[in-house]
């Protein structure tokens, strides 16, 4: 089976730091997406991983480890736009592009 | 223009009656998917379609049956609608190359009454 446990809320101050947890048990692994999404809108691709390491992009940067099915999301400079709910999402195998998606974190940045 | 567009983006319902929702894309991709979004449980697979003769069940298929169209179209319906099916529910389209990133339509918010 699939699980994918995240936090569900998390509250961090403008110009902070977050970071937003995901750890997965799947039967095969294929690689970890993270996905943005605004209250009330379509989840957008952030990051990728199917290697262990980081990937940084700009602001946000996705880390993995898959011997402990573990990846965080990386929030550097907080700004209010990016209050907004983060999915971590894992792909069990190669053929054919099924996600599993966690619960979704809830980021809610203050001033 | 959006690429992923769907129709209607709301819609209020009552139990026991059929509806569609209609997902279209200019992407070009193959791929396909229904997801169902739910407070608390994230994204749910619902249907997916790698082609357009290929049709499959996600993990909440009880309920809901779909058409593949064409290509670039991906129908979802509801046959009886009951009030646990009321959520927000999302098509995503995928290339079958690279990582396969899914790009998702801006939502249809469905309340069963």
């Known amino acids: 089976g699939q699980n994918i446990d995240q936090p569900t809320e998390m509250t961090a101050t403008e110009g902070a730091i977050v970071q937003i947890n995901c750890t997965y048990q799947?039967?095969?692994?294929?690689?970890l997406f993270w996905y943005q999404q605004h209250a009330g809108e379509a989840p957008t691709f952030l990051s990728y991983?199917?290697?262990?390491g980081l990937e940084e992009k700009g602001r946000f940067s996705s880390f993995l480890s898959r011997s402990k099915g573990y990846s965080y999301l990386l929030l550097k400079e907080l700004q209010m736009k990016d209050s907004a709910s983060y999915l971590c999402?894992?792909?069990?195998?190669?053929?054919?592009?099924?996600?599993?998606f966690g619960g979704g974190t809830r980021v809610l940045v203050k001033p | 223009d959006a690429d992923v567009t769907q129709t209607p983006r709301n819609r209020i319902t009552k139990t026991g009656k059929r509806i569609m929702l209609e997902c279209s894309q200019t992407?070009?991709?193959?791929?396909m998917y229904w997801y169902r979004q739910d407070p608390g449980l994230g994204l749910r697979l619902i249907y997916y379609?790698?082609?357009?003769?290929?049709?499959n069940k996600g993990e909440i298929s009880d309920g809901y049956s779909v058409s593949r169209q064409a290509q670039a179209k991906f129908s979802l319906s509801l046959e009886s609608a009951i009030p646990n099916q009321t959520a927000l529910y999302f098509c995503?389209?995928?290339?079958?190359?690279?990582?396969?990133?899914?790009?998702f339509g801006p939502g249809t918010r469905l309340l069963v009454l």
């Open positions: 379609s790698f082609d357009v003769k290929d049709i």
């Open positions: 999402a894992v792909t069990p195998k190669a053929a054919g592009n099924k996600l599993t």
């Open positions: 995503a389209t995928s290339d079958r190359t690279g990582i396969e990133t899914q790009y």
């Open positions: 991983n199917v290697l262990d």
């Open positions: 799947t039967s095969g692994f294929n690689g």
């Open positions: 992407k070009g991709h193959d791929r």
